[in-house]
Nanobody
Framework: QVQLVESGGDLVQPGGSLRLSCAASAISFSINVMGWYRQAPGKQREMVARISTSGGLNYVSSVKGRFTISRDNAKNTVYLQMNSLKPEDTAVYYC????????????WGQGTQVTVSS
């Protein structure tokens, strides 16, 4: 059973930066891809970024050039560096493990709140 624990969510002003972390426990050798999703109030959950163990990447177009996903395979940890944050980035951000670069896997974290507001 894989457990995912996110951290790093906070209140930040527009234009600011945050770094989210997701630590995975008991990661399975079969889990190749990890990623981040977000869900804003009244909206569907959407993929933000995904990364494979070999470095394959997938980003939603709205965050390209502003967000960077990375991972430390030795620590079973995935990060999301978010720069130039906008109010529309406000959402609960969820870590996900499994699946492929385009589809989520079965494992989800509890979520961490990111609020971008002045």
């Amino acid at each position: 059973q894989v457990q995912l624990v996110e951290s790093g969510g906070d209140l930040v002003q527009p234009g600011g930066s945050l770094r989210l972390s997701c630590a995975a426990s008991a990661i399975s050798f079969s889990i190749n891809v990890m990623g981040w999703y977000r869900q804003a109030p009244g909206k569907q959950r959407e993929m933000v970024a995904r990364i494979s163990t070999s470095g394959g990447l997938n980003y939603v177009s709205s965050v390209k050039g502003r967000f960077t996903i990375s991972r430390d395979n030795a620590k079973n940890t995935v990060y999301l560096q978010m720069n130039s944050l906008k109010p529309e980035d406000t959402a609960v951000y969820y870590c996900n493990a499994g699946g492929d670069l385009w589809r989520p896997g079965s494992y989800w974290g509890q979520g961490t709140q990111v609020t971008v507001s002045s």
